[in-house]
């Protein structure tokens, strides 16, 4: 799978290395999901600043990890979409309600830690 | 084979016929030039083109392109004319010189030029039609020729304004860590929008801004496709990690906005610039203090 979990503290860091096909997408969506269990995290980081195009299964799927992960207490903070995806996302109406964003992972790590 | 030989022949000699055609009316177009210089002017005048010109200029111009219409006439070749076009239209287009005036020009020069080749060659019918036939010709070049030049320089000007009215308009100011100011001036259209979105989300990713205060207060009005820009260019925002303040929404635009049903509810916005920066430097915890009293100000 092009995407690495790191475990830092209390937070689960997921960063996405190269394009995902719709399986990926879904095994990093259930391993964020057990991993936010099984380490009991407080916060989630997805990393997709390697992402060209992020289409409305990856955003579907980010927004159904942040929703989850609220349930369980845990925040999701998804970092490092660049401004050619954002323009697209948000000309298509694409959204991802429930999870933070920030810029990348420093700007992600301090929002969950302030 | 014989047949082709002498179509190419008499071609040959309809040509040679044709040129010295051309060349008594060119003789005949130098020895009028003054009356018909006249006769040019008063049309001109009396159609009411070129009104913001004084009858000074018009004649001096007038003068310039006639006999560099008798010269294109002459020798068949447009370059000296073109240019000469070309040099006109940057100088009149700036007067608010319009096409139409300028086409009208060009075909009453056309149309007084033939009168007085019908007048001249009135009493012979046969020699009047192959005088026609030369000069109509090549007159309608010289007149598409500087109809062309003049819309050309026209649309080259027009695309300068508007490559100067892009780089200017759109500055992305950071004026504290992590605060950018995206002021907008002048009218927006879906175009000047998407540029906006782009330079803003640079701005973002390079100030590594965390709040954006956007003042539209010098936009006189708005549309659904541009208010939709707005908000996309808000979401967008938001996907990078940077809030936006909308400030300086006039009475006008704020109730298009609400007649046209834009969503606004993820949108901030301040009444003016001042209160906009005042809550966004609330939202990055910065206090801005006076370190003593102005002198005057409170009455002492």
Known sequence: ?114 | MEQDTRAVENTAVAHDADSSLLRELVAHLRDERTPLREEWTRRITEAQLLSVMTSDEIFSEVTAVYDNYVDALETGSIEALEAYAKNLSERIIPRGVETHEVLGVVLLLRDVLARSLFEKYQKEPNLLTRVLDAYEPAANRIAVTVGVSFVQERERVIRQQQLAIRELSTPVLKVRDQLLILPIIGALDAGRARQLTEQLLNGIRENRAKVVVIDITGVPSIDMPVADHLVQAVRASALMGARVIITGLSADIAQTVVNLGVDLSMMQSVGDLQGGIEEAERQLSYEVTRTRDQPGELGE
């Open chain 1, 1 to 114: 799978m092009p995407v690495s979990i790191l475990k830092q503290g209390p937070y689960l860091i997921a960063s996405v290395q190269s394009a995902l096909t719709d399986t990926e997408v879904i095994d990093l969506r259930d391993s964020l999901l057990a991993g936010v269990a099984k380490h009991r995290s407080r916060g989630v980081i997805v990393d997709v600043a390697a992402l060209d195009i992020i289409d409305s299964f990856v955003a579907r799927s980010l927004t159904t990890v942040a929703r989850t992960n609220r349930l369980r207490g845990a925040r999701t903070v998804v970092v490092g979409i660049q401004p050619e995806v954002a323009m697209a996302m948000s000309q298509f109406g694409l959204r991802l309600d429930e999870a933070y964003t920030a810029l990348d992972l420093e700007a992600g790590i301090q929002l969950l830690t302030h």
